[in-house]
């Protein structure tokens, strides 16, 4: 591609190896954008990304930047000439090794060095903060009888449930309404998203958690099940495109809920029954008793309001979620 034909601009990805980190960057590339992405620092090199340097466009318009979550100064490189910045990047700890309250210190000290590097920057125009429908699902219904924007999960009751994931969802209800109330203090233009489980297909080396438990009812792994029992997905290029839309609306203010698909795990089990027969579906038993992690009734109108389109619903997320995981041999 001619250099003269890069009219987007340069932008950075941070948590550039993740699963939605690595489709954006994919789509972004698409676009005609220049992309930094950070990654952890791997001191050794020994990590893989050629599934992020082998994309259509890097070799020419992507620059990878080794940075570390515990020293936001280390962002500073990956942020110089962008015009917006992707957050991407919260430290993953599913296996709860670190305390809550370690967690809240860092992703917060972590927030406060990446934002005000950003605020000091004279170049980029937007933040756009990847948050999760986790800090907006577990409190109290807005006047609408729906989940919409107004409404933040109560992390007090989720610490009183002492579930496993309560750390998870605590963290990032906290992150986010960090990041909202740091950008204000800065005075930077700060959107965040809030996506619902992200499903499709996947370019980075293992299949992600997110992707794992949407296809729990054709891996057997009833342990998943009551994240299905009452949830929502949405596609993964969607959510990236969401993101990509944020960052180019001029209008963008606040949090916007992503979701496409709503469904009950009935729903999902005729669905996959009659669109991918060669899986066999457990029997309704084996969800009976479980208490449902409640992901629906949410309302993404704010987001559709200012111009955004879904294009995938559950067909397309199947097939390119089955389509990886055989590729990985998953299935």
Known sequence: MAADDNKKGRVCVTGGTGFLGS???K????????????????????????????????SERLQIFNADLDKAE?????????IGVFHMAHPLDFEEKETEE?????????????????AHSKTIKRVVYTSS?????????????LVDESCWTDVEFIRSLKTFGGPYIVTKTLAEKAALGLAEELGLDL??????????????SHCPDSVYVSMALILGDKGHYQHLKDGSLVH???????????????????????????????????????????YQMPTPD??????????????????????????????????????????????
Not at 137 to 144: Q, T
Not at 315 to 327: L, N, P, S, T, Y
Request: with cysteine.
């Open 27 to 58: 789509r972004l590339l698409q676009d005609g954008y220049s992309v930094n992405a950070t990654i952890r620092i791997d001191p050794e090199r020994k990590r893989d990304i050629s599934y992020l340097t082998n994309l259509p466009g890097a």
């Open 74 to 82: 280390t962002f500073a490189p990956a942020l110089e000439g962008c």
């Open 286 to 331: 084996s969800w009976k008793d479980l208490i449902p992690v409640k992901f629906s009734g949410l309302s993404t109108k704010k987001l559709q309001e200012i111009g955004f389109k879904y294009e995938n619903g559950l067909e397309e997320m199947f097939d390119g979620a089955i389509k990886c995981c055989k590729e990985k041999g998953l299935l």
């Open 236 to 278: 993964v290029d969607d959510v990236a495109r969401a993101h990509i839309h944020l960052l180019e609306y001029p209008k963008a203010k606040g949090r916007y809920i992503c979701s496409a698909v709503e469904f009950t795990i009935e729903d999902l089990c005729e669905f996959i029954s009659a669109t991918y027969p060669e």
């Open 102 to 118: 370690v967690k809240v210190k860092r992703v917060t000290a972590a927030l406060r060095g990446i934002l005000q590097a950003c």
């Open 23 to 25: 489709w954006t960057i």
């Open 191 to 204: 959107v965040s998203v809030n996506p619902t489980w992200i499903t499709g297909p996947f370019i980075c």
């Open 133 to 145: 429908i986790s800090a907006v699902a577990f409190g109290n219904k807005s006047e609408s009888g």
